[in-house]
């Protein structure tokens, strides 16, 4: 297992400059897992089966984990996949509809049903908002019981149907409680993988970062639908488990408290947490057995929880644990990037020979924001893109990087025409970017967000990081060392392992520079990246800049600083209205009638 | 058995509308969608049945004591689950806070109420029976009137005025000077209203039952997703439209795939059109 | 799974811990008290059995203690409230057999949690009795531990039936039940066998129990030319709308079914009393009231028993009995017995004719469906008083 985590980060520098396993992040997990391992020696068949419960618990939020905590999407019904799964197993072993299955032979196949069921569940999440994604997983819970009322030649109906016996020697407490506690340690291994690959990254980034996701490659549907599938075969596993662990089903036990429970497991825990959502999910299953005389409040008992995990600590219990995060941070800290280490960064085999707009226009309700402009940027060049607020140079910036469309014009990359509107694969073909305002996971670490940005140039599959395979882990070393570059390059290199979120917004800019480098691009597209720098700040900026562009990377920059821009640019061009007013060299716009009067000010 | 339908596919219509329009009022003052709403229809009948029956008061008495009840729920609502959350609406962690709000009255009602069906007041005690039953007609009128009452106040009042414009653009009106946290209030508590409204006219329809709370999160929350955020007149024209749907399925193919056929219809339909059908505009996020 | 030398050596630990502690065992044994667990739905959705059924154990238990208990040893009854939730029915099974190490088990009431639990008690041959009636639960060679002090929903059935064809002499029938998995389950055991016994049954629904209006499905039923509406659901808000809908339609149909159709909630939900009126409900011959307006003797002392101890005027006698007859079916072993699985279970094959409140029961070793099948009766569903019926029309 490898790496840092959020949980962990800060007190684990050196370790992570190291590359080494990080016992910070494992140690707990392990030493939880032994504990539980315990639990059959040191007390009665009553504890195991609560031992069982949270174990088959944990299979299913585990994964659960990934929607919510990492992906952010709130699916609130996930005992449908639970449900499909105990009814698709005990089936399959009965031999309602075929021969009789063996047991982990159903198993499986009520995995493939979940992963297929899941996909079904999710794919509203691709079109539709947090609420009426909510709202339609709950629905999915509702109907997955009215099917198995229906069905009754195949189901039971409201009468259920036996679940499945395991074989020996999973047939004792014991036995079955160590298969549960197997699947549940390789759901925390598989899914502790997940998060710290490019996929877990890319995650965490669609969740707080959508436009910067698009803009570093991450293809959003794609990366769901593939956790969809994994979640749901988790949490259909997870439901034939549960169906033997309960010996028999019926509709009635797949009530909503239990979708609750799942749900609240995992933003008790706090979101981008693994170690956080297991604790929850052990102490949400133990919490009612101890309570007995509150039976009739558990639920009223978790939905208080919740209301005060999201008002109190929305960090839940993964930023309680956080100690790293909490040494304060020297205040007042300067920036000095090493533009030297840009070599060891960017690549010099760039052969792109420019970015070519021609005739581009672009309107909002009827205003035309960019009006007919024609910009060329070269490899190994600074363009400077200069003009009044609302001139349209953010907009340009975003029909470069796919964010629009035009209406009409072109856009070419090297003579060849990029697709409109497509922005996932603006990074692919070479153009990276930063924004107006910084757009970061706050959550994660800096060096973790350094990480998503090269999530492009990832070798290894799903399944491969999954299983932590040789592709996987070297992805991580490369990615992890080139971050550290891009970070050190940046001078950022002492804050890798602090959260984003508690940066300075000059450093959030750097990081996002550092971010951008990642995907070793040929054009790297800059939005204001001195606004809030010091007059130092912005000197050495424009350094590192220069630097950037003798690598043979083009760089188009938008700015106010205009000392900057005739400083570093090689060429500069100046928008007003949505239209081109001039272009030229620094010293012909310096001189240029109509930019003094309207721009420059006399 | 055509005119049955009708009555009670416009009389469940006209409730769904209510909670469609309460959904709304939250949503328009604070950008908010509350799983509040249906529980504020549920607590309307309970209230309506408490003060009435349970206590013994006079009708007129119930139903103001039920307004200002369900209205102290609104305001709850803002306080507790909107307003801490309203700093960072993007991460939508209204969608966890009023759901543990939700959960927490649905939870209050089932232990100190009850968790079977109770009985509820009849108002005008006419047309006993019959598709003429008041509790075929109540809704509708409440849902009429509601309508009205609420387009007079948008339209012709000061007050009013105030809430379209915090809904058309939240900033701006906050520049402008206008109390925003106030008129939000008051939003609250107007939606308060309207959801205790639907749940007592609808009262002799779904009875004081704890399990209509979450019915009406899901059966409110159609037509809005059907009529588009915010839009009252698409949320009336759908929650109409989902009352005779669903009470024609439960008559066409029976009780248990009637749920499934009003969820299929709704998936496929926000799949098709996610903004409703009414339409509404896409936010720029670039 | 292998048995290692390192878990061998802590088995052996274990057992000497044990024995070590059991060392005065005789003398404990003679003392301790009789631990029973109930699994109670105590609160949740359908709870009214449960909380008729816990008056009675607490009863029974005072009244057994308070004269000395049974052969000097207290009873001590630990009471679980599952919610009617499978899931946490388990748990408290599982609780009580490895934890609290109860001798006996009473519950739970529901048919899903008892499903559910059923297996798992038969693996600790926990001995256990249940009011719960699907068919299925009860199987002497399956579950050898498990006994039913209630109806089958066979029996409920054949009393339903045999009320409809011989003493209302009816012969087309529709069947209507609620969605939940009861009431799907029991609307098709229940058409089919009227089927057999040669009713034409004309239409079967299952209605959500929340649907606000019952016309359509009540039209169809009529239009199919029913002559009764045998009725499965443990919904009272159902129930109650489908009286109102009958008299709204000026139908005088009789409904049969389901003993929730005589519970007192109903009576608010009407809108006017007599809509109750043509209602048989599943009764018990113990728990009601002849021509004369009196019990059988036994119970008619029972009620004078209860008179200031439990209240009864919110529930049925028959819960309340069945708790007190639990209790005692569980002393009674104890005392012809011991507290050992074996000796429990091996009584309760024996008895035969047990003098219970709410019924006279018998077991054997092939047979553990104590009820006898003649005392279930149909009750005339608004005829409530202390918790019992009068007869329906047609019984002597």
């Given at each position: 297992m490898a790496i840092s985590s959020e949980s962990a980060a800060g007190t684990m520098q050196e370790k992570s400059l190291a590359g080494t396993g990080s016992w910070m992040f494992s140690g707990p997990l392990i030493m939880i897992f032994c504990l539980a391992a315990l639990v059959p020696f040191v007390t009665n068949d009553y504890w195991v089966l609560i031992a069982t419960r949270a174990a088959i618990y944990w299979v299913l939020v585990g994964a659960l984990n990934l929607v919510i905590g990492f992906a952010g999407q709130l699916a609130i019904g996930y005992v449908a996949l639970l449900t499909l799964g105990a009814y698709t197993t005990s089936v399959l072993v009965a031999g309602n509809v075929s021969p009789p299955v063996p047991v982990f032979g159903a198993l499986a196949i009520a995995g493939v049903a979940g992963a297929i069921f899941g996909v079904i569940v999710g794919l509203p999440a691709l079109r539709l908002r947090t609420f009426y994604f909510a709202i339609s997983t709950l629905g999915f819970a509702t109907i997955i019981t009215q099917i198995a009322l229906a069905w009754q030649s195949v189901t039971g109906g409201g009468i259920g149907l036996p679940g499945p016996e395991m074989p020996a020697p999973f047939h004792t407490h014991a036995g079955f409680y160590f298969l549960c506690l197997t699947a549940a340690g390789l759901i925390t291994w598989m899914t502790a993988n997940i998060a710290h690959s490019r996929f877990g990254r890319g995650l965490i980034a669609v969740r707080d970062a959508d436009v910067a996701a698009e803009a570093t490659g991450i293809r959003k549907a794609r990366l769901l639908m593939t956790i969809f599938v994994f979640t749901g075969a988790s949490a259909a596993i997870a439901g034939g488990l549960f169906a033997a662990l309960q010996t028999y089903i019926t509709p009635d036990a797949f009530t909503f408290d239990l979708s609750v429970l799942f749900f609240i497991s995992v933003l008790i825990g706090?979101?981008?947490?693994?170690?956080?959502?297991?604790?929850?999910?052990?102490?949400?299953?133990?919490?009612?057995?101890?309570?007995?005389?509150?039976?009739?409040?558990?639920?009223?008992?978790?939905?208080?929880?919740?209301?005060?995990?999201?008002?109190?600590?929305?960090?839940?219990?993964?930023?309680?644990?956080?100690?790293?995060?909490?040494?304060?941070?020297?205040?007042?800290?300067?920036?000095?990037?090493?533009?030297?280490?840009?070599?060891?960064?960017?690549?010099?085999?760039?052969?792109?020979?420019?970015?070519?707009?021609?005739?581009?226009?672009?309107?909002?309700?009827?205003?035309?924001?960019i009006d007919g402009v024609d910009l060329d940027v070269e490899a190994g060049k600074i363009h400077g893109l200069i003009g009044p607020n609302g001139s349209g140079k953010t907009t340009i910036l975003n029909v470069i990087s796919g964010f629009y469309g035009p209406e009409a014009g072109s856009i070419a990359l090297g003579g060849e025409a990029l697709k409109p509107g497509d922005s996932e694969s603006r990074a692919s073909q070479g153009i990276a970017r930063t924004f107006q305002t910084p757009r970061i996971v706050g959550e994660a670490s800096v060096l973790q967000n350094v990480m998503i940005g090269g999530t492009i140039r990832g070798q290894s599959t799903f399944v491969e990081s999954l299983f932590c395979l040789p592709r996987h882990r070297g992805d991580e070393r490369t990615l992890r060392s080139e971050a550290m570059t891009a970070l050190s390059a940046v001078g950022l290199e002492s804050l890798a392992d602090i959260r984003a979120d508690r940066l300075q917004h000059s450093e959030l800019r750097f990081m996002e520079i550092a971010r951008a480098c990642m995907a070793r691009p040929a054009f790297i597209l800059l939005d204001e990246p001195a606004a809030g720098l010091s007059a130092d700040e912005i000197l050495r900026l424009g350094q590192f800049l220069k630097a950037i562009s003798r690598q043979g990377t083009g760089v188009l920059l938008v700015e106010h600083h205009a000392d900057l821009i005739f400083d570093i640019c090689d060429y500069v061009t100046v928008l007003n209205l949505g239209r081109v007013l001039a272009q030229g060299t620094p010293a012909e716009i310096r001189v240029h009638k109509e930019v003094i009067s309207a721009y420059l000010g006399g | 058995m055509l005119a049955s339908i009708i009555a009670s596919g416009l009389a469940v219509g006209a409730v769904y509308a209510l909670i469609g329009v309460t959904y709304n009022t939250m949503f328009s003052a604070s950008r908010v969608m509350s799983f509040t709403a249906g529980q504020l229809g549920m607590l309307g009948g309970v209230f309506g049945s408490l003060f009435v029956l349970r206590l013994g008061l006079?009708?007129?008495?119930?139903?103001?004591?039920?307004?200002?009840?369900?209205?102290?729920?609104?305001?709850?609502?803002?306080?507790?689950?909107?307003?801490?959350?309203?700093?960072?609406?993007?991460?939508?962690?209204?969608?966890?806070?009023?759901?543990?709000?939700?959960?927490?009255?649905?939870?209050?009602?089932?232990?100190?109420?009850?968790?079977?069906?109770?009985?509820?007041?009849?108002?005008?005690?006419?047309?006993?029976?019959?598709?003429?039953?008041?509790?075929?007609?109540?809704?509708?009128?409440?849902?009429?009137?509601?309508?009205?009452?609420?387009?007079?106040?948008?339209?012709?009042?000061?007050?009013?005025?105030?809430?379209?414009?915090?809904?058309?653009?939240?900033?701006?009106?906050?520049?402008?000077?206008l109390p925003e946290r106030n008129l939000r209030m008051a939003s609250y508590a107007l939606a308060g209203m309207i959801g205790g409204l639907a749940g007592f006219s609808g009262g002799q329809l779904l009875l004081a039952f704890v399990a209509n709370g979450p019915l009406l999160n899901f059966y409110g929350f159609v037509p809005v997703a059907l009529g588009g955020l915010g839009n009252n007149r698409g949320a009336i024209v759908g929650g109409f439209a989902l009352g005779l749907f669903q009470q024609a399925a439960n008559f066409l193919v029976g009780g248990i795939f009637s749920s499934v056929a009003v969820f299929m219809l709704f998936i496929a339909v926000l799949l098709a059109a996610p903004r409703g059908l009414f339409g509404g505009h896409l936010a720029r996020r670039v | 799974m292998k048995t290692t030398r390192r878990e061998f050596a802590i088995g052996t630990a274990a057992s000497a811990a044990a024995s070590a502690f059991s060392f005065p065992c005789p003398a404990i044994a003679q003392t301790e008290p009789i631990r029973i667990g109930w699994l109670a739905a105590l609160t949740g959705a359908s709870s009214a059995p449960a909380i008729g059924f816990d008056r009675g154990v607490r009863y029974a238990a005072e009244t057994i203690n308070a004269t000395g208990g049974v052969k000097g040893r207290k009873i001590e009854v630990t009471t679980r409230d599952t919610q009617g939730d499978p899931t946490k029915a388990v748990n408290a099974t599982q609780e009580m057999i490895s934890q609290l190490k109860v001798h006996a088990v009473w519950g739970p009431t529901n048919s899903g949690e008892s499903l559910a639990i059923t297996p798992i008690m038969a693996r600790a041959k926990m001995p256990n009795i249940h009011p719960c009636v699907i068919d299925s639960l009860i199987d002497p060679e399956k579950f050898p531990n498990a006994f039913r002090t209630s109806p089958s929903n066979t029996q409920w059935n054949d009393a339903v039936r045999t009320y409809c064809i011989k003493v209302l002499k009816v012969k087309k029938v529709a069947v209507i039940a609620d969605t939940t998995g009861y009431g799907v389950a029991a609307a098709k055991y229940s058409t089919e066998a009227l089927k057999k016994d040669g009713a034409d049954v004309v239409y079967v629904a299952n209605i959500d129990a929340t649907q606000p209006d019952m016309t359509p499905d009540m039209l169809r039923a009529k239009n199919a030319g029913a002559e009764a509406i045998v009725v499965w659901s443990t919904s009272?808000?159902?129930?109650?709308?489908?009286?109102?809908?009958?008299?709204?339609?000026?139908?005088?149909?009789?409904?049969?079914?389901?003993?929730?159709?005589?519970?007192?909630?109903?009576?608010?939900?009407?809108?006017?009393?007599?809509?109750?009126?043509?209602?048989?409900?599943?009764?018990?011959?113990?728990?009601?009231?002849?021509?004369?307006?009196?019990?059988?003797?036994?119970?008619?002392?029972?009620v004078a028993q209860l008179k200031g101890k439990v209240e009864l005027s919110d529930t049925l006698l028959w819960w309340v009995a069945g708790g007190v007859d639990a209790i005692n079916l569980i002393a009674k072993a104890v005392e012809n017995g011991s507290t050992s699985p074996d000796d429990i279970i091996k009584y309760w094959n024996s008895v035969k004719k047990f003098p219970g409140y709410f019924g006279d029961y018998t077991w054997s070793p092939t047979e553990h469906n104590g009820y006898p099948g003649d005392d279930v009766v149909m009750s005339d569903a608004s005829s409530a008083k202390n918790g019992a019926f009068k007869l329906a029309p047609g019984y002597s």
């Open positions: 706090g979101r981008g947490s693994i170690l956080g959502p297991l604790l929850g999910t052990v102490i949400l299953t133990l919490l009612p057995e101890f309570a007995a005389p509150l039976a009739a409040w558990s639920t009223f008992l978790y939905a208080v929880l919740l209301l005060v995990i999201v008002l109190v600590a929305p960090g839940g219990i993964a930023a309680l644990l956080d100690f790293g995060n909490r040494r304060v941070l020297r205040a007042n800290r300067t920036i000095v990037p090493k533009a030297a280490l840009v070599g060891h960064l960017l690549a010099t085999d760039k052969a792109k020979s420019g970015i070519a707009l021609r005739g581009v226009v672009l309107s909002f309700l009827g205003v035309r924001a | 006079p009708l007129v008495v119930g139903l103001v004591l039920m307004l200002v009840c369900c209205a102290i729920v609104g305001l709850i609502t803002e306080f507790i689950a909107v307003r801490p959350v309203l700093k960072s609406l993007d991460q939508h962690l209204y969608v966890l806070s009023t759901l543990a709000l939700a959960l927490m009255i649905q939870q209050v009602v089932a232990v100190e109420w009850s968790t079977e069906p109770q009985a509820f007041p009849r108002v005008f005690g006419t047309g006993a029976g019959g598709i003429l039953d008041e509790k075929f007609w109540l809704p509708v009128l409440t849902c009429a009137v509601t309508i009205c009452a609420l387009e007079l106040l948008y339209r012709r009042t000061l007050t009013g005025l105030s809430f379209l414009a915090i809904a058309e653009d939240n900033f701006a009106a906050r520049a402008l000077g | 009272t808000g159902m129930d109650a709308r489908m009286f109102n809908t009958r008299a709204t339609m000026r139908w005088d149909v009789a409904f049969v079914g389901h003993p929730s159709m005589s519970s007192g909630e109903i009576k608010s939900l009407l809108e006017k009393p007599a809509n109750w009126e043509k209602v048989y409900a599943v009764g018990y011959r113990s728990c009601s009231y002849d021509a004369n307006g009196k019990l059988p003797p036994r119970n008619e002392e029972f």
